[in-house]
Every structure is written in C-alpha cells, then in structure tokens.
C-alpha cells in the first residue's frame, strides 16, 4: 500500500517537473516564447449547526491547471469532512492529476492518475492510472465539451479486501464562461471492470462559480459518487452539496 502511494505522488511530481522545464517549440525557431503560467486556486467550505443536533462539515479542494501549445496538466487535491453529534458522517480524500498531449488542436492523447480514499464507505484506498485519447467537441473562448476513452490499471481496498483489476474510462467534460465573472462546470467519469461490468463506479460533479473580487470567488458544487458493488454493508451513492469561498492565484 504505501509503495503504492508513494509510486501515485512520484508520478505527480514528475508531471510538475515535466510540466515546468518542458519549452515551448516556438523557442527553437527564434520566435518569443509565450508564457504559460499555473492557473491556481483553493477552496473551503464550513457549516455548523449546534441546538438539538450538532453537526459539522468541512470540506476544502486545491486546483491547478497549465496550458500550452501542446500540452494541457491539471492537478487537484480534495477532501471533506463530517460529523453529527459526535459520530462521523464524511470521511473522505481524493487527488488527482492528468496530461493531456495535443495531436491536433482538438484531439489529444492523456495519461491520468487517481487516489480515493473514503472510511465511511468502508474504501482504504482506490487507485487507478493508466493512457486514453480524447477529443474537444466544442472548443470556443467561452464554452468548452471534451470526451475521452481510455483503460486503467486499478488497485483498491475494499471492505477490507485487496483487488487489483483493469478498467476502461469513459468521460465528459463541460464548462461554460457567462462571462469574466461566472462559470458553469460539469464532470462524470464511468469506471467499469473490464471483466465484470456488473462492477463499476460513476463519479459526476456539477458546479457554479461566480466572482465577488479578482481573487476571491463563491464555489458551489454537487458530487456523487455511485458504486454499483460497495462494500457489505454500506451504500451504493454517496452524495455530497457543498458551497464555500474559492482564493485563485
């Protein structure tokens, strides 16, 4: 488990590594070379009830995009956490991180990895990395829809059981500027085994996000993640609602 995890965070960090010294190939024909700086924000949510139940939730995420002429890196950490009088109701930590190499201008190849780890659900871990291919749909100034394929190498345990087993991943993306102030996103990835199907797992988010200065921003977001075979005793959806306050630098 912890070669595992330690083999999951070396990747990441050699995405940045590669990420920050790869040049731009208009360096090489003596043209200027275009800046392409991270695209960095953190966000935190807190609610608080106290009376005649007591209950907290905090939930916090951390985003860092990079685009270039050829390359695309997006790096997120997140993580949430409950309780109601005094028994925990949200448990939960993800990462991930993903390099999308552009062929053309809308069909790119990518390499991803992903981290989940979830007490509640009874999940110590989950982790899946492996290529795809993908294609922008729509590729405007103020509106972007991606597809992509791929297949996965994934280990987890679940239910206090190890697995290892391939999957294929099939996902969307979507995200819509109004304008310089507010946007609309959406994501689901499905995650079926590829030699039992009856196994899989869907995770969708949906958000909305508007500006109240030129670094500070209100977040508002659903997430849901359903697993069709969870572990004994638990449930297949886990849904989350969280709204909070959103620093980008």
């Known amino acids: 488990m912890k070669k595992t995890i330690a083999t999951f965070i070396a990747a990441a960090g050699i995405l940045v590594a590669f990420a920050e010294t ?22 935190a949510g807190l609610t608080m009830t106290r009376g005649n139940t007591s209950t ?3 939930s916090a995420d951390f985003l860092t995009k990079r685009k270039t002429s ?3 890196y997006m790096i997120g950490l997140a993580g949430a956490y409950g309780e109601q009088n ?32 979830d007490i509640i659900a009874d999940l110590d871990y989950r982790l899946t990395v492996g290529p795809g291919a993908g294609y922008y749909l729509v590729k405007g100034t103020n509106i972007m829809l991606a597809t992509e394929a791929g297949a996965n190498f994934e280990a987890q345990r679940l239910g206090g059981k190890d697995e290892t087993f391939a999957t294929v991943r099939l996902a969307e993306r979507f995200e819509y500027k109004f304008n310089d102030h507010a946007r609309l996103w959406q994501n689901v ?61």
């Not at 028994?87 to 939960?92: P, Q």
């Not at 990835?189 to 508007?210: H, R």
């Not at 209100?218 to 959806?237: E, I, Q, S, V």
């Open 70 to 72: 050829t390359d695309e």
């Open 189 to 249: 990835e499905v995650f079926p085994q590829v030699d039992k199907l009856e196994n899989y797992v869907v995770n969708f988010e949906i958000g909305i996000e508007a500006a109240i200065s030129k670094t500070f921003s209100l977040k508002t977001y659903l997430d849901d993640t359903y697993a069709n075979r969870p572990a004994l005793g638990r449930k297949k959806n886990d849904v989350k609602l969280v709204a909070g306050v959103s620093y980008k630098f």
């Open 86 to 117: 005094s028994m925990d109701t949200v448990n939960n930590y993800k990462v991930f991180a993903q390099w999308n190499h552009l062929v053309t201008d809308r069909f790119y190849a990518y390499l991803r990895a992903d981290g989940l780890r």
């Open 22 to 43: 790869k040049t731009d190939t208009s360096a090489a024909t003596g043209a200027p070379v275009k800046k392409c700086p991270w695209d960095s924000s953190v966000s």
């Open 56 to 58: 907290t939730l905090f």
